[in-house]
């Protein structure tokens, strides 16, 4: 059974946040001890309407990039990284990476070397320790995400952090008496993503609530930490709403909450990834779960510059989101994987088109796509099953916890990426079925120049089969030129059969 503890810390911030303006009379905040773990949240003190403000965090309490850009620490080390580590904020590689760089250093500073700091009470009720993967030992990482997305994100963002932890000892170091080091760096940094939500810019005015899609509104946003709300904890569908004022933010309730009772937050539809790399926990089940796929072609692709152009044009992605509960390959991913793997003839053909590109009818380009996703979801799915076996042969000292976030998280990629793999199975019917593998525009061109009718409607009567692609259709023309007195191509093709002496083909089979 569960022990309740009130902590004092969390009455010293409740107590600073109201001696700053804020509104906090409904909430309590513990800690709940079990022999399994130490779960941290807020309580209502009172029954809370629908409706009715949970509480109101005024700015002069909101640690946003601004109060830290616009900090003396953070202008000097914002000049520098600009002046000498520009590659460590590119936009492109590391989004927000200035601010968050910013905003840790400041958290850092604050809570170790500031003196009177205004932020004391807010930093001191932070957790001394975070479960995000960036935080665990390498070897746990490798041991626990092998084989995962995740583990390749997490090792990239630990080399982010050894360039900047010296980055920023060249030109701060003199402010910090030895307390600005990679671990306090990991500290603050899990703090700011595992607990930031957007905030409107100055001057900037929108209305936010649980519903709003982020990709609507976080371009005119900029991170911000907000004390005592980032206490509440997460539920999904949780019906709350944020209501930004000139003054600060107001939490509004969407369903009563009963005194006594846990206020969530809700921090919107998120799969496990994200949740695990950022946020530090799993959700079992989660339907918001994804596994993300990326196609790219190689710099040495001599049509790379083809590809761009078609997936600009009709707007496709080379990223993509498969879900559990997917029950069909989605349309952008078939035109992704189609254009990825087209060869220069299906590229023409392509950027000729007018409809839209799954429309139509390239019967090898498909086939082909199909199986190329295939296989690439196949040696993820490898990759995952090994990391399996890996994991559960880990042994981990101390808290399991990352154990178990690893397995939840693992669970959920293997489950999707096999529901991916029998959707494209069940695609490979209904393209044998078509009426158009023996139509294709291949055939087409080739049946006009010069291959008589008769075979023609020999080659159109055969069945559909695997083996019976455009390029086995080619070949078959090619053939049937060569011995037909009536071809046209027949002197040319002759020409260059005789030039093949037995040697050459030995050669070539070979």
Not at 45 to 73: D, K, Q
Not at 335 to 353: K, R, T
Request: aromatic letters at 10%; proline letters at 4%.
């Amino acid at each position: 059974m569960k022990k309740v503890k009130y902590t004092p810390a969390g009455e010293d911030l409740l107590e600073w946040a109201r001696e700053n303006g804020a509104t906090v009379t409904n909430l309590q905040i513990y800690n709940e001890d079990s022999l399994k773990e130490v779960d941290r949240g807020v309580k209502a003190r009172n029954t809370i309407a629908s409706g009715e403000e949970i509480c109101f965090i005024p700015n002069a309490i909101l640690l946003s990039e601004s109060v830290a850009l616009n900090s003396e620490i953070g202008k000097l080390v914002a000049n520098h990284l600009k002046e000498s580590h520009a590659e460590l904020i590119s936009p492109e590689h590391y989004p927000h990476g200035k601010e968050i760089i910013c905003m840790a250093v400041f958290m850092v500073y604050e809570k170790y070397e500031a003196t009177d700091s205004h932020w004391a009470s807010y930093l001191n009720s932070l957790p001394k320790d975070y479960n995000l993967p960036v935080c665990w030992a390498p070897d746990a990482i490798a041991g626990l995400l092998g084989g995962t997305n995740l583990e390749y994100i997490t090792f990239d963002r630990l080399r982010w952090f050894q360039q900047i932890v010296p980055a920023v000892e060249e030109c701060a170091g003199h402010l910090f008496n030895g307390t600005w080091n990679l671990e306090n760096f990991l500290w603050a940094y899990a703090s700011i993503t595992s607990r930031a939500f957007p905030k409107a810019k100055k001057d900037e005015k929108y209305g936010v609530d649980s519903s709003t899609i982020e990709s609507d509104w976080i371009s005119i946003s900029e991170l911000c930490l907000y004390p005592v709300l980032d206490m509440l904890n997460h539920k999904r569908g949780f019906k709350i709403e944020w209501r930004m004022k000139d003054n600060g933010v107001a939490f509004i309730a969407r369903e009563e909450i009963p005194k006594g009772s846990d206020v969530f937050n809700n921090y919107g539809p998120k799969g496990n990834e994200n949740l695990l790399g950022n946020y530090g926990f799993v959700l079992d089940p989660n339907p918001e779960n994804y596994f993300k796929i990326s196609l790219n072609n190689s710099l040495q692709d001599p049509f790379i510059l083809k590809r761009r152009d078609l997936f600009q044009k009709n707007s496709i992605s080379r990223f993509h989101m498969l879900y559990e509960d997917d029950v069909g390959l989605k349309r952008d991913l078939l035109i992704a994987a189609s254009i990825f793997v087209a060869n220069e003839y299906e590229l023409d053909c392509f950027e000729e088109y007018e409809g839209e590109l799954d429309k139509l009818e390239l019967w090898r380009n498909r086939s082909i796509a199909l199986t190329t996703l295939y296989q690439l979801l196949d040696q993820k799915l490898r990759n995952h099953l090994s990391g399996e076996i890996q994991m559960n042969s880990y042994v981990l000292r101390g808290d399991q916890t990352p154990l178990h976030l690893a397995k939840v998280y693992r669970s959920g990629q293997i489950t999707i990426i096999q529901n991916a793999m029998n959707l494209i199975l069940k695609e490979y019917p209904k393209l044998l079925e078509s009426k158009e593998l023996c139509k294709s525009k291949t055939f087409f061109h080739i049946a006009h120049h010069g291959i008589d009718k008769k075979f023609q409607k020999k080659l159109g009567k055969l069945k559909s089969n695997e083996y019976l692609d455009e390029d086995v259709m080619l070949i078959l023309c090619l053939i049937h030129s060569l011995y037909s007195s009536k071809s046209p191509w027949k002197p040319i093709l002759t020409q260059y059969y005789e030039s093949f002496s037995t040697e050459r083909c030995e050669e070539l089979l070979l």
